[in-house]
């Protein structure tokens, strides 16, 4: 099975029911003909911006709508404490030890205003474009970012 025909099944599988684990869904697709590591499931699992999620029957794995992502504060409260900028660069404060997460998910948007993030431990600088599309770019992080 190529990593094609593997991504699509998990997508098969995560859509058809709940998948509360790995262990499940890897079981689920040895019963299609695909044997994979855990650590080969972990990496599709992120490529397809799967999440477990908590439901009132326990948790399970979920696919987001394409397009669609949840702020950042739903998925990390309130990690994120301020964002600011200057006529060349973004810099968002976090909690301690969030800024190397807040930087992966900003990296994970593609964004086409982001050139690229470097986080420190409770900081992370984002890098823009361009600096004339500055505001904009910022008006996008506030609202992924800062959604309540």
Do not use: H
């Not at 094609?4 to 040895?30: F, M, N, P």
């Not at 695909?34 to 029957?57: E, F, H, I, M, N």
């Amino acid at each position: 099975m190529t990593k094609t025909e593997r991504i699509y099944a998990i997508r098969k599988i995560i859509a058809s029911g709940a998948v509360g684990s790995q262990e499940d869904l890897r079981l689920e697709l040895a019963r299609e003909g695909c044997k994979v590591t855990q650590a080969t499931l972990s990496r599709d699992l992120k490529d397809l911006g799967a999440a477990w999620v908590q439901g009132p029957d326990g948790g399970r794995y979920a696919l987001t709508a394409p397009g669609t992502v949840p702020p950042l504060r739903t998925l990390l409260g309130a990690s994120v404490t301020d964002i600011a900028a200057n006529e060349t660069l973004v810099l968002i404060r976090t909690l301690p030890g969030a800024a190397g997460t807040v930087a992966e998910f900003i990296d994970s948007q593609r964004l086409p205003g982001v050139l690229g993030t470097v986080a420190g431990d409770n900081t992370v600088l984002v890098i823009p474009s361009s600096v004339k599309k500055l505001a904009q770019l910022l008006t996008v992080l506030k609202e992924k970012l800062l959604a309540r």
